[in-house]
């Protein structure tokens, strides 16, 4: 893959804890009731379950970094449109297998598998993250460190902003 | 290396030597299945895209099981385009109004699921079928790609090794031992991993009680679940020696009793000799989970010669059109119809909310597959689970109870 196409993000980090679920954790129960799939409505929602300011105050380039299993329940895609709604990314010690799944559906970027994620930054640290190969800067603590990465398909997904848009390329066959 | 089930079922599928738990794998399944909620969407998407067919339709099976009875003109119109597109298509298995059944079921009845196949599902409850020894794996809005492609994404799961043993007491079901055994192994270890069955109780279960036992590890999150021991007649799929699990649990169940889940959840399991009299409204045997035959002989041996109590509605669904003409010939239905039951046929029904749906108020026991507060119905009614013998006693007598607590018939 070329270097132009890697999935990148540098921003600061939130951090939340282990076990958050995707309805009532990263999107409001309320608002998975909703048939609401506009990401700039749910972005003011995202994490609000657990942070009432996350929403105000996370910036396009932040990242959301969890403990084990995050996002697990229901196949709801409100809380992955949330965070994307935002423009932040997640960094999880284990991620759930729906939301994982739903993540890369809607162009989320994620390192579902990132072991050792949570000793590795705090809260407010500045961090650059390639995606592609799982190379974490952090650039507060001046630490650098190799994660499992997302697969060179996954991250072009993503790239592409989710697998709608990727199906078109395999149609067209760009 | 050697490999666990799952990874020699994904490395087939994907057209890999081998593979291994966390490796990414792109595979082409032997079958494809989904039902009216998702196909008309996922097709119309496509359509709109530009995919002008569906490259694996020789092994798609389209079912309509969640909104068969329906007076939603939208729903009515894509019954209609189900029909026109999986005809243009030549989509293999459409199994139409009539000739219908939930879609965790139907493939079994039309013997499409051979141990070792990898099946994608759009549905939920597809980790099932490994109780033909296939690997179910439902994936959701993924199965567009599929449509589209032929192909998706998987990562490799870790596989739990679960072996069961001992014998069950009279009156224990399949349904006692999944969500038994579910609840033992938890979420925390269950999500993301396959689990592999293997033991003498596994061996002694027919189809129908693997698929009950199978379908209960859902509900703790795991990506597919596979009965190891061949079917009779079916050649068999191992593990290899030395196969790397996440974890190895022996349950012995040759003391565990009648179970329900009480509410919010499956995971609230308790004995039953535990509750405390808790009257019912409503009572349900049916869904892809507990509307097999099994279920059905174990419901009618209770209601035969017996009336529902008249303060309950008693709703019986058999899980396909195959299995309510099997209960023909059998005469089940005669037993549950003399008992005033109502009846339907292959439709997921109450456990979905739109067929007898729970109304503010209503206590409901049944063989559903889930009972979070608004899944069948108001959020306001409280849902209990249990075995179909269960479900049926309670029914009778208009409180939960086991079988054994009913005055003999006369």
Redesign the interface.
Known sequence: MNNDQSLRRRGHVWVFGHDVPNDGGVMTIEMTRQIVYDPNILSKHAMAAIDANFPNRAKPGDFVVAGK?FG?GP?H?QGPLGLKGLGVSVLAE?T???F???A??VGLPILP?AKGILEFVSVGDEVDVDFSSGSITNLTSGRKMMF?PL?T??SQIVTLGG??KW??T??TGV | MPSTTIEKILARASGSASCAAGDYVWVTPDRIITHDLNYPRYRRMLKEMGFTSIPGAKNLLVTIDHTTHTEDQKKLDDHEFIRKDAAAQGVKWLLDVGRHGISHNVPLDLDLVKPGMLVLASDTRAPALGCAGAAGIAIGMGLATVLGIGKTWLRVPETLKVRIEGALRPGVMSRDVGQWVASQIGAEAGDYRCIEFHGPVIEQFDTDCRHTLCNAMVDIGVKTVICAPALSGHAVLLPDAGAAYAAEFVFDVSALELQVCAPPDPANVVPLSAMSETRVSSAFIGSCIGGKMEDMRAAAAVLKGRRVHPDVRLTVIPATQAIYQKCLEEGLLESFSRAGADISAGICGPCYGTYAPLRDGDVSISTATRNDPGRMGSEKAQCYIGNAAVVAASAVAGHICGPFELEPVA
Do not use: G, K, T, Y
Request: hydrophobic fraction near 45%; aromatic fraction near 8%.
């Open positions: 299993n697990s196949l895609v284990s759930a297998r729906s994982f799944r739903l890369i559906a598998f499992d697969p398909e996954l697998e709608q199906l078109e395999q149609l």
